[in-house]
């Protein structure tokens, strides 16, 4: 039982794993913000990345499911 999850490149540097791909185990009540959290991220660095899982955008808070996939980008915004 486990989540796979997807790092944007300027992401990985940042996480403690420091690998392009990663998989935590799942439980009851896991969310997106939590992985994001246990990686070594704040919850201001939150703030900054898009979610997205199973291919469709989501939420920090949306729990997750056995099996998904998980990943995280960098909102750009520019001009």
């Known amino acids: 039982m486990s989540i796979q999850v997807k ?6 540097k940042r996480t403690r794993s420091k690998q392009p791909v990663t998989e935590v185990a799942w439980q009851p009540g896991l969310t997106p913000l939590q992985v994001f959290l246990d ?5 201001v660095d939150a ?17 997750l499911d056995d099996g998904d996939r998980l990943e995280f980008m960098v909102s750009i915004q520019g001009g």
Do not use: Y
């Open 47 to 63: 703030e900054a990345v898009m979610v997205i899982v199973n291919d469709a955008q989501a939420k920090l808070h949306d729990p």
């Open 7 to 12: 790092w944007f490149p300027t992401l990985i």
């Open 39 to 43: 990686e070594g991220f704040s919850e």
